[in-house]
C-alpha cells in the first residue's frame, strides 16, 4: 500500500471517528441540559496526544468566573477589554469545560508515529513530530467545521454572538 493511500485512509477514519464524538457527545449534553444557551463552544485539544475535550460556557457561568477574578487577588490583570475577552474564550476556566473527551489514537499508535518520526536512537527531527500534530490539528478543525454542518450543531441554543473553535493547549485564542 503506498504511504499517501494509507494517510488517505487513516485521515478518512479519524474524521469520522471525530464527527460521530462529537455528534454523540453534545447530543447528550444538550439532553442533560436543555435550559442553558451558549455563547461559545470549542474543541480544546491536546493534539500531541490525540486528545480532544468537548466544551461549552455561558454567559451565567462566565459572569461567575470574571466576577470572582476581578474580586480576587489579581484583579487588576483582569480590568481591560482585552483580558476579559481572553478570559471569556479560555476554555480552561468554563463551566463545562471537558464534558467529554476523545482519543483519536491509541498510546501505542501514538509511540508508533513519534518513534517513526522522531526516532531517539539518532538525531531525530523534532520538526517532523511538529509537522505530524500540525497536521492532526488541521484535521480537528477540519471536523469541527464539519460539525457545525450537522443537525445537532444547528440545535444548540445559542447567544447571538456565539462562536466555535478549535485550540490546542499551548495556543492563544487568536491563534486558534
Known sequence: ????????????????????????????????????????FAFDCNVEYGEINLCFNTEHAFSKVLNRYQNGDFAENYRTTEA????KYNTGDWEYQCFDTLYVLSEEELEN??????????????????AFANCLLDLFTKQLIEFSKTDIFKKIPKTNDFKFFCIDHDEDIEEA
Open 1 to 40: 500500500m503506498r504511504e499517501d493511500n494509507y494517510l488517505v485512509s487513516f485521515n478518512h477514519k479519524i474524521s469520522k471517528k471525530i464527527l460521530d464524538f462529537s455528534i454523540n457527545g453534545v447530543e447528550k449534553f444538550l439532553i442533560q441540559h436543555p435550559r442553558l444557551r451558549f455563547y461559545a
Open 84 to 87: 476579559i475577552y481572553q478570559l
Open 113 to 130: 508515529y513519534f518513534n517513526k518520526l522522531y526516532p531517539s536512537d539518532v538525531d531525530g527531527d523534532y520538526g517532523a513530530w511538529k
